[in-house]
């Protein structure tokens, strides 16, 4: 199995603040990645896709790049509504894996 | 619009089965995979596997291997999970996502349902 390793765990920010999480594949996976984001007792959403593709009514201050093994999960200004959970996972090879997910809170 | 409505929460005994229903509207139900994925109470995401509603083939993952199938009725648009010989650490909330039209996974996802395994 393709295990996924996300840093940090969790985050202190800012209302304003750019950050960024990173999701690390144990053997390349092309850009077979998605990102999810989580609010508490709410189903995950999904943001991007193929690593940085957008999802439909996705705003633009979330982006996502890389390919192989090394990604990252931008938020260019942090607003109240992104703190939450965020999940990277691997779609490219069966089973799919997720990271253990970043916490991000309000500093 | 696409909507996934799940059934209701669960509480079963060890050693029983529970079954989750995932009622799929607002597209054609045969043309996307649906995928299940659990989460514990406090812990990340699981996926179970993932079911083509179109012939009904399946992928489970190997931690699920010979106590999970899932099936489909295309009559109703709606795939269900099935977990058998539960015991308490199967407690958690099932989610189905489907899966997008180029192959990403879990655009549109399920409400959840909670199933609690406790004697």
């Known amino acids: 199995d393709i295990q996924m390793t996300q840093s940090p765990s969790s985050l202190s920010a800012s209302v304003g603040d750019r950050v960024t999480i990173t999701c690390r594949a144990s053997?390349?996976?092309?850009?077979?990645l998605a990102w999810f984001q989580q609010k508490p007792g709410k189903a995950p959403k999904s943001l991007i896709y193929?690593?940085?593709s957008l999802q439909t009514g996705v705003p633009s201050k979330f982006s996502g790049s890389g390919s192989g093994t090394d990604f990252t999960l931008t938020i260019s200004s942090l607003q109240p509504e992104d703190f939450a959970t965020y999940y990277c996972q691997q779609y490219n090879s069966y089973p799919l894996t997720f990271g253990g997910g970043t916490k991000v809170e309000i500093k | 619009q696409v909507q996934l409505v799940q059934s209701g929460a669960e509480v079963k005994k060890p050693g029983a089965s529970v079954r989750v229903s995932c009622k799929a509207s607002g597209y054609t139900f045969t043309t996307y995979l649906m995928h299940w994925v659990r989460q514990a109470p406090g812990q990340g995401l699981e996926w179970m596997g993932i079911?083509?509603?179109?012939?009904?083939?399946?992928n489970y993952a190997q931690k699920f291997q010979g106590r999970v199938t899932m099936t489909r009725d295309t009559s109703t648009s709606t795939v269900y999970l099935e977990l058998s010989r539960l015991r308490s650490e199967d407690t958690a909330v099932y989610y189905c996502?489907?899966?997008?039209?180029?192959?990403?996974?879990?655009?549109?996802w399920g409400q959840g349902t909670l199933v609690t395994v406790s004697s």
């Open positions: 079911i083509n509603p179109g012939g009904g083939s399946t």
């Open positions: 996502a489907r899966e997008g039209p180029t192959g990403e996974p879990a655009d549109y």
């Open positions: 053997q390349g996976i092309s850009n077979y």
């Open positions: 193929a690593a940085s």
